[in-house]
């Protein structure tokens, strides 16, 4: 099993930036990609970003464009995700998850189901 353990959330002011964390308890050397999403209440859960573990390219939802950035540090096992210029619509609970390669297919970066290992969630709470 995999570990992941998210931090860095809080309350922020619009318009302030935060920068999550999410550590894996094990070497990352094996997982694919490792994503954010984020569920607001009422709502379901919704893409964030991702980033390919190996190769380092991003994928991000549209409302996160050129606001939000992922990015992973291999040797501490460690993707993080600077969010800026925050709106109150970014409040939810914060997740980040790893999958590994399925076989046959496209890997589809910002489907739940091509992730097998989810983190508790960090509160993001940006305040008007």
């Known amino acids: 099993q995999v570990h992941l353990v998210e931090s860095g959330g809080g309350l922020v002011q619009d318009g302030g930036s935060l920068r999550l964390s999410c550590a894996a308890s094990e070497r990352t050397y094996t997982i694919y990609a490792a994503s954010w999403f984020r569920q607001a209440p009422g709502k379901e859960r919704e893409f964030v970003a991702a980033?390919?573990?190996?190769?380092?390219?991003?994928y991000y939802a549209d409302s996160v464009k050129g606001r939000f950035a992922i990015s992973r540090d291999n040797v501490k096992n460690t993707v993080f995700l600077q969010m800026n210029n925050l709106r109150p619509d970014d409040t939810a609970v914060y997740y980040c998850?790893?999958?590994?390669?399925?076989?046959?297919?496209?890997?589809?970066?910002?489907?739940?189901?091509?992730?097998?290992?989810w983190g508790q969630g960090t509160q993001v709470t940006v305040s008007s």
């Open positions: 998850a790893a999958g590994y390669r399925k076989y046959g297919g496209e890997y589809s970066y910002s489907a739940r189901y091509e992730y097998d290992y």
């Open positions: 980033i390919n573990w190996r190769g380092g390219d991003t």
